[in-house]
């Protein structure tokens, strides 16, 4: 009997040291990550700060609800979500050096995070170099695909294309103004946009402009632009710019009873700072209005005001990063593993027919089948839906715009 006790010491110690990994959540399996049997760790990387905050707020708002909701209903592989918060600063560098200490010191499992595409850019080698998983909520460029990134907003075909060709064929548009913030997100945005207009509308672009981050004097633009007298002033203003831009639009009588404006940056969460009467009758392209009449939209609404206060508002970007936490959970769920690689592999295919949006699939470059959507501006700051494509199909690189 001796013998036996001995030869069963070693593998009662082996039993007991798997025990003590798989509670400290360092079994192979997630190797590397912040995981133990009862909490994983995720990171969220936003503008708390600057001038991106107006646009931002509502981003991490919205995930810490969908974070919140995914923990009561028992979370994720029987673990509860916990979240590490960093603020980008509206400064390119410090989310890139936010990013690495996610992703090198606190070994979070996910990230959910940015909204520029320069911060985006600034992130991104980081994310592939040390393998993270980005949730990036903004509609973009495009001409990107990474597998350490899924894409949440729409990319240009399902935003920029999609609206111009609607402005040409229900208003007779001709003649295009482009305006932007002078960053990536924009210039690149109307490079598309332009040969758009030239090669496959056959229109003309009669002026193009852009302006720093931040920047809120306008009065030379505005001067062009009643110059030009274009059909459509095409604009991709962001962060609190927007502010000074329509504000002094409406006040030297540029409004919508004598221009017509298409704007692709333009949320609920901006029109709460900018006033709905300084941008009524002026058109955004969006896949998500806080109008929209949905039984999931409705029960979104009402759990965000619920957290944030009646007076709260929901924007494009805000619903997008809500899908963030909901897309990792299912590809986890369907992974039935941290690992990155393992949730990558999961991703494409994945549905979420809870969405506040209606129904979205993830393709598998990493983008979201989702529809276009036309918001007329009301007074009140909310928008009216006027016009709603079909689902359309992710095509980050699009022949002819490249």
């Known amino acids: ?9 070693p593998l009662l110690a082996l039993s007991l040291l798997a025990a003590a990994l798989f509670s400290q959540g360092v079994l192979a399996d997630n190797e590397g990550l912040a995981v133990t049997a009862t909490e994983v760790t995720v ?10 905050a107006i646009s931002e707020t509502g ?3 919205a995930e810490r609800l969908a974070i919140e909701q995914i923990n009561a209903s028992g979370g994720i592989l029987g673990r509860q979500i916990k979240v590490v918060q960093e603020d980008g600063a509206s400064d390119w560098p410090t989310f890139a050096e936010k990013a690495k200490k996610l992703l090198v010191n606190d070994k979070v499992a996910a990230v959910f995070g940015c909204w520029t595409s320069a911060s985006r850019k600034a992130v991104l080698p980081i994310f592939e170099k040390e393998n993270g998983l980005l949730y990036y909520p903004t509609f973009y460029e495009g001409l990107e695909q990474s597998k350490n990134v899924i894409y949440t907003g729409q990319e240009a075909t399902q935003q920029i294309l999609a609206s111009l060709d609607w402005i040409a064929k229900t208003k007779g548009a001709k003649t295009f103004y482009l305006v932007g913030s002078d960053y990536i997100w924009p210039r690149t945005s109307m490079k598309i946009a332009r040969k758009h207009i030239e090669n496959v509308l056959h229109g003309t672009v009669v002026g193009e402009d852009y302006y720093p981050l931040g920047n809120t004097q306008f009065g030379s633009l505005i001067n062009k632009v009643k110059l030009k007298k274009p059909d459509v002033v095409f604009a991709a203003v962001v962060g609190g710019s927007n502010v000074a831009f329509y504000k002094q639009l409406n006040a030297a009588g540029v409004n919508s009873s004598k221009q017509t404006l298409l704007t692709l940056s333009v949320t609920e969460d901006e029109l709460l700072g900018i006033g709905g009467e300084n941008m009524a009758g002026f058109y955004a392209s969006m896949k998500y209005f806080q109008s929209l009449d949905n039984p999931n939209n409705k029960a979104f609404v009402e759990a965000f005001k619920a957290k944030y206060g009646k007076d709260a508002v ?3 970007v805000t619903q997008a990063a809500y899908l963030g936490p909901w897309l990792w959970k299912a590809a986890v769920e369907k992974a039935g593993s941290f690992d990155v690689d393992k949730v990558v592999a999961a991703s494409p295919g994945i549905e979420l027919k809870t969405a506040p949006e209606g129904y979205v699939k993830v393709h598998e470059n990493h983008h979201l089948w989702s529809k276009s959507r036309i918001g007329e501006v009301l007074p009140n700051g909310q928008f009216k839906v006027i016009y709603e494509s079909d689902l359309i199909e992710p095509n980050p690189f699009p022949k002819g715009y490249q």
Do not use: F
């Open 59 to 61: 981003s991490i708002q």
């Open 1 to 9: 009997m001796e013998p036996r006790l001995i030869r069963s010491k």
């Open 43 to 52: 990171g969220q990387l936003h503008s708390a700060t600057g001038t991106m």
């Open 314 to 316: 929901i924007g494009d």
